[in-house]
């Protein structure tokens, strides 16, 4: 088991423990020793599938992301908002389809996540192998708002690119078999 492994094993039993803490509300030894107690069960009775992570975290560039994703979202919150309240008939919605360059299954879920997250758009269909997403989007009744939308995606996925999958850096799994598309 590499050292990287067991750092991801004690950041889970860690954040796991902080979990339990903050649930029970009060910090006392009594809790601390339960949160631990429980993170150790749940991660040997119930263990997770291995996920291959093939690139590494670079935390400006995800801060970067993080700020980018709550613009995003607020401005669309407000978007989503008007729509509902502004005297005009309801959007034009459509579905429209996005092929991604991200490399990594864990990040084109990442990137689906966000999506979702994001008022006014929800991914429906992912295809793995050849990286191509159905977005159900909210308003396409313009030329403008469909580039907007394609603008956002990308500009998401060139973050998420930078923050996990930089070329330089980039090692496939060897565990993870990719099919040739």
Not at 130 to 145: N, P
Not at 147 to 170: G, H, K, P, Q, V
């Amino acid at each position: 088991m590499t050292s990287r492994s067991n750092l991801l094993r004690l950041f889970v039993l860690g954040w796991m423990t902080l979990v339990w803490v903050l649930l029970w509300g009060t910090f006392s030894a009594a809790n601390l020793l339960g949160g631990i107690a429980v993170a150790v069960i749940v991660t040997v009775m119930l263990p997770l599938p291995r996920v291959p992570v093939e690139g590494r975290l670079h935390v400006l560039s995800a801060v970067r992301l993080a700020a980018v994703i709550f613009v995003d979202t607020m401005k669309s919150t407000v978007s989503v908002g008007w729509l509902a309240i502004r005297p005009a008939p309801p959007p034009v919605t459509g579905v429209l389809r996005c092929r991604l360059t991200i490399k990594s299954d864990l990040v084109l879920t990442l990137w689906a996540d966000i999506m979702n997250n994001i008022p006014g758009t929800m991914v429906l269909e992912i295809d793995q192998a050849r990286r191509i997403v159905h977005v159900h989007v909210l308003d396409v009744g313009t030329d403008r708002k469909v580039a907007d939308f394609y603008r956002s995606a990308r500009r998401i996925e060139r973050l998420l690119i930078s923050t996990f999958e930089r070329n330089n850096e980039w090692q496939p799994s060897p565990w993870v078999v990719r099919e040739e598309a």
